[in-house]
Structure formats: structure tokens, C-alpha cells
């Protein structure tokens, strides 16, 4: 897809699909791999991600995982601060995006912090159980079209069909706003069952009919575990298989905790 975003004045082009690394600031996201809590670990994760041809760290401060515990605004907006400052310092280069679903920690992210991209796991204000609202002050959606970045809207829905509606509207309500570049996420794992990750996967070409650039988040998830056996620490095969079918299906950017991997499987198929 030709496709541009624009990310403080530059304009980062997903012809080709780039790779965004995953940077955890937190104590108990679901993949023990991926916890930086530490100055030193920050930084090396940083490094790591952009070395091994990463284009965008994605730092998030909140576990969305089921049954992690409530994190508070204060905490969240905390060790988002320090994080981004240890990014900033290490990668004063790289595209960094916020995985939060709170507006009032977006907004002070871009503003203060510097943050490029709002990662947003709640479809604009829904938890992972469909139609439940999330109560947050402030609003998602005029909340980055104020700021003027670029906004990755995930899916919570539970089917191709209800999520190609929900997409729908919130696209249009979104330019409505003001606001330019909006990235598709399907939301693998959040509001489905393993058959419906699939069924979703299966036609997520779909997604495509928008004409705006989809990133794909699978990495070691549950719906490659329950599927194969085994668990997080298990599923970096499944997640390359996985990734390569949403390649070829149209994905621009491959959210991951393994970036080498990632990588190699888009050069790979650009090959083709």
C-alpha cells in the first residue's frame, strides 16, 4: 500500500512494511521477556529494538494483559516520563508511540514527554468486553486530533463484519475531528475467542478496503500457544508464521517483542 504518515513534520513512508519493537515499562506484562524496568534495561531494549531494524518503539506502562493489576494515572504517566526520556536520550531518532488508552496520559506524553504516535488498545473508550466503556477524563479521539499525530485504532470487536462497522464509523468520526493519519489494528486477543482470531486473520485483507495502513500485534500471544501448547516463551515460531501471513495479507507495520525476526521475515517476502 502507498501509504504516508506524517510524524512531527516528517513524513515516514509504509510502502513497504517496517517493524515496531515493544518496550515494556512495566512490572508484569504477559510476556516476562519483555519487562524493562530499570534505567539500564530501558536503554538497552531501546538500542536493541533500533539495531535490529526496528523503526518504532512502542513503550507502554500499563499491562493490558487479563488480570493485571489497575495501574493509576499517576503511576502510569510516571514510568511513562522516565521511559521516554531514557528513549529519547539513547534514540533521539527514532519513532517512538505510546500504548496507552487514556487521554489525559496521551496528551502529556506528545506535549511533555515527546512521544510521535498514540497506540490505543481501546478502540477509542472500549474495554476488551465489547460495548463495555472504559470512564477516562477527556475524550480519545478529539484528544489526537488536538495533537495532530498519528493514531493507531484498535478493534475490540469480535468479528470481521462488526469490526469493519465499528471501523466505519470511527474513521469518519475521527476525519470529522481534524485528525489525518489513523493506522487499523484488529486487536488480536482483546474481545475474541481463539476461533474468532482466527476466522479474523483468515480475511483480514479486508481491513485493506479503507485504504489506510494496518498494523498487526500477534506477538507470542495466546491465540498461537492455545492453538500449539506450551506459552509465551514458547511462541516465537508461531508468531514468525503468523506474522508472514499478515504480511501477505496487507499488514504495513508488525508490532513484536522479537525485532531481528520480524525483520527478516519482511525482507524476506519482499523478495517475492
Keep these: 500500500m502507498q501509504y504516508t504518515i506524517n510524524v512531527r513534520g516528517r513524513l515516514v513512508d509504509l510502502s513497504q512494511p517496517m517493524v515496531m519493537g515493544i518496550l515494556n515499562a512495566t512490572p508484569d506484562s504477559f510476556y516476562s521477556g519483555s519487562r524493562k524496568q530499570t534505567e539500564a534495561e530501558i536503554a538497552e531494549r531501546a538500542n536493541q529494538i533500533i539495531a535490529e531494524g526496528g523503526r518504532i518503539i512502542d513503550v507502554g506502562a500499563f499491562s493490558t494483559r487479563p488480570g493485571a493489576e489497575e495501574v493509576s494515572v499517576e503511576e502510569e504517566t510516571a514510568r511513562l516520563k522516565r521511559a521516554l526520556q531514557i528513549v529519547h536520550r539513547e534514540q533521539p531518532d527514532a519513532i517512538v508511540s505510546v500504548d496507552t488508552y487514556r487521554p489525559l496520559v496521551a496528551r502529556r506524553c506528545v506535549e511533555e514527554f515527546g512521544a510521535d504516535i498514540i497506540n490505543d488498545v481501546s478502540e477509542g473508550g472500549l474495554t476488551g468486553i465489547v460495548g463495555q466503556a472504559i470512564h477516562e477524563e477527556g475524550d480519545m479521539f478529539e484528544t489526537v486530533a488536538r495533537l495532530g499525530v498519528p493514531y493507531i485504532l484498535m478493534s475490540v470487536q469480535p468479528t470481521l463484519e462488526k469490526m469493519m462497522m465499528g471501523f466505519a464509523e470511527e474513521v469518519q468520526r475521527l476525519h470529522s475531528l481534524g485528525a489525518k493519519d489513523i493506522i487499523l489494528d484488529p486487536g488480536y486477543g482483546f474481545g475474541k475467542t481463539l476461533e474468532q482470531n482466527y476466522e479474523i486473520m483468515k480475511h483480514s485483507e479486508r ?14 500471544k495466546s491465540m498461537i500457544y492455545k492453538l500449539l501448547g506450551g506459552d509465551p516463551t514458547t511462541s516465537l515460531n508461531g508468531t514468525t508464521v503468523l506474522n508472514t501471513i499478515a504480511l501477505q495479507k496487507g499488514a504495513s507495520i508488525l508490532r513484536v517483542h522479537d525485532v531481528k525476526e520480524a525483520v527478516e521475515a519482511t525482507r524476506l517476502l519482499l523478495q517475492f
Excluded at 207 to 220: A, D, H, K, N
Design 207 to 220: 481491513l485493506l478496503e479503507f485504504g489506510l495502513p494496518v498494523l498487526v500485534g500477534i506477538s507470542r
